[in-house]
């Protein structure tokens, strides 16, 4: 996997000053990106381009136009704030490579949120109050999102979630938006192909109930399976952060079910399939798109063989406009991109094009551009956003085979 990167936590020495995320330093900056310099305190604002970026916003016409980024570049689900940031990277250098926005180059500020809801909320709020951000580009995870919702929506600053489901997310506002499904419908895919192209009858579920992600899926799952005539013969739950599930698995075993659906995280599936055959667990695991990590093979193994999950999009998919952002971000990153990177590049694409067409880069300007993105040709399908800020498009359905994800079927809207 790709570099992870180790974030500054020297302790503030002025008294009463609010604890806040540091930037994440880096090894080698990417291009337009502000980072902290090695060393620097936690709390302390990077070096240029974010101060004169802030300052040239304020100014209003000149100037590099600074965006933020949140996402867990340390922590359980690193690999999610990796590819977003490595997607939204790509996203901005071939903006600033095209011209930019308004004539002036695009450059963005990135916080670790550690996997934590209140990471995420006090790097949103550092961005909007002393950043300066005209917008914000995260989270992956549906809880910390939520968190970061809050003070978007408090501050007037759009927000584009790449990969976060829950449909919570977006009521938190009408500055709040995504690019991805929402568990509803994702939900609906995985209950009716359980049904109609697996013929299960009975299933299981076993959710982290500590994930706002998780337990909408299983939510919307559980209704729509039974609704299509099946049994949901019993529900199981861990916290996150455990790594013994046997006792569940062993519970679930004695129902006898088809299939377990797990609507959980990479780090807690690939145990989670590991343990179940321990324990002689056999029948498939079903999922969702939480599951999409190369790490998921490399922690479940052989055990997942055979499992299912939905997905935001397949690199099996011959669309044009897929291929050639596969071929860039290869040549670029050298690994094919999961669903994280793919939306983060589309979430950063949305981002330019209402920068592009928005009268200025106020929030209320800036929230209405975004707002009426229709029809827009993302990498991981096409995007329309509806009355609620979610995007209505397709979703796939994955195979675990051979250790990797096969497409099997779209299932669209």
Known sequence: MRHLLLLATLALSLAGCEKKSAPTPTDAPPSGQAT???????????????????QAQADGDSGPIVVGEVGSLTGSEATFGVSARNGIELALDEANAAGGVKGRKVVVRVYDSQGRPEEGAQAATRLITQDKVVAILGE???????????????GKVPMITPTSTSAEVTKKGDYIFRVCFIDEFQ???MAKFARENLKLSRVTVLTDNKSAFSMGLANVFTAKFQEFGGQVVGTESYSKGDTDFRAQLTAIKQLKPE?????????DVGIIARQAREVGLKVPLLGGDGWDSDKLFELGGSALEGSYFSN????GNPDPVLQSFLARYKARYGSVPDSVAALAYDAGRVLVE???????????SL??????????????????LDANRDAVKEAVVLK???GKAEFVTTVTP
């Open 36 to 54: 902290a310099p090695q060393g620097s305190q936690e709390g302390t604002p990077a070096q240029a381009p974010t101060q004169p970026g802030a």
């Open 140 to 154: 992956a995870a549906s809880s910390v999102s939520m968190a970061m919702a809050e003070k978007a929506q408090a």
């Open 187 to 189: 939900g609906l895919v």
């Open 259 to 267: 299939a377990v659906f797990v609507p959980g995280y990479y780090t």
């Open 312 to 315: 935001h999009y397949s690199p």
């Open 354 to 364: 209402a920068m592009k067409r928005a009268p200025d880069l106020s929030g209320p």
């Open 367 to 384: 929230r209405d551009a975004i707002a009426v993105t229709k029809d827009f040709p993302g990498v991981a399908g096409r995007i329309t």
């Open 400 to 402: 675990v085979a051979g």
